[in-house]
């Protein structure tokens, strides 16, 4: 956990997701996201792996569609873990890297749909969150 989001004094703490060690270790052993999302389908990490998949095979509404069920699994896992709609989801904190990508993924196919009202919000969203999760996610 770094130091940087542990209390935060002038808003709200920062939120940490739980592990997903099964889920992350399926998919470093390859197994297909695509038969990973019908075992554990609120696991925005398996989400966001489909979106990316999709996207790089030019498949962009796709895409948006498995980055959008990862968005939204991915806000009824911060609401469980306290999250309150604002503050802080630090890409340092592995698990909460599904959601952040998920989010990314969104903006992203929303660009490449024209969907530019998404893409605004997404961007502000993404930088809210962390402000260096898009730039570490661009760099995966």
Known sequence: MSDEFRKNLLGPDATYLPEETDVVA??????????LAAQFPTSSQVWAALADEAFEEGRNVESYAYARVGYHRGLDSLRRAGWRGIGPIPWSHVPNRGFLRSLYALGRAAAAIGETE??????????????QAKAAIEAL
């Open 118 to 131: 998404e893409v605004d919000r997404i961007r502000k969203f993404l930088d809210d969150s962390d402000p």
């Open 26 to 35: 399926r998919l470093e052993a390859g197994d297909e996201p695509v038969d």
